[in-house]
């Protein structure tokens, strides 16, 4: 898709070939002091959350826009999910979030689990990473 996108002239796109979770953007000599957005494809299970950390955390050293903390000013940011069942609690960026619903983390591992029905046909809890083998669903 970005080939395309590479013959305008106007567009300055480079691509960073990298595990999400070392990418630095305040280390991208071509991010300093331009507006920039940042495009994801086919960002699996945890590489979501690896990436709106990477993108947006560093941004703001609070919970206000106006506070900076960096040259890199993000301008917009498109990901593609999927392999939800992938989801780790340790990468999830929004845990208190759904602790506040309720949801434990033996429960986040289960949803994410739940959403494999649709991609394959291994419905086993062998590979599940349960403290409680005894968690009962119907809470939720």
Request: contains cysteine.
């Amino acid at each position: 898709a970005d080939r395309s996108l590479r013959q305008k002239e106007s567009l300055t796109i480079e691509r960073l070939r990298i595990d999400i979770e070392d990418l630095d953007l305040s280390a991208v000599e071509s991010l300093r002091n331009v507006p920039y957005l940042a495009i994801g494809k086919h960002l699996c299970g945890p590489a979501t959350d690896l990436a709106l950390r990477c993108c947006l955390m560093e941004q703001y050293t609070q919970d206000n826009v106006e506070h900076c903390s960096s040259n890199n000013y993000i301008r917009g940011l498109s990901i593609a999910t999927c392999c939800h069942h992938h989801c780790q609690w340790k990468h999830y960026t929004n845990k208190k979030y759904m602790l506040n619903l309720g949801i434990t983390k033996e429960e986040f591992h289960a949803i994410s689990w739940f959403t494999s029905w649709a991609v394959d046909a291994d419905h086993g809890l062998d590979h599940l990473d349960f403290t409680d083998s005894r968690m009962h669903l119907e809470s939720m």
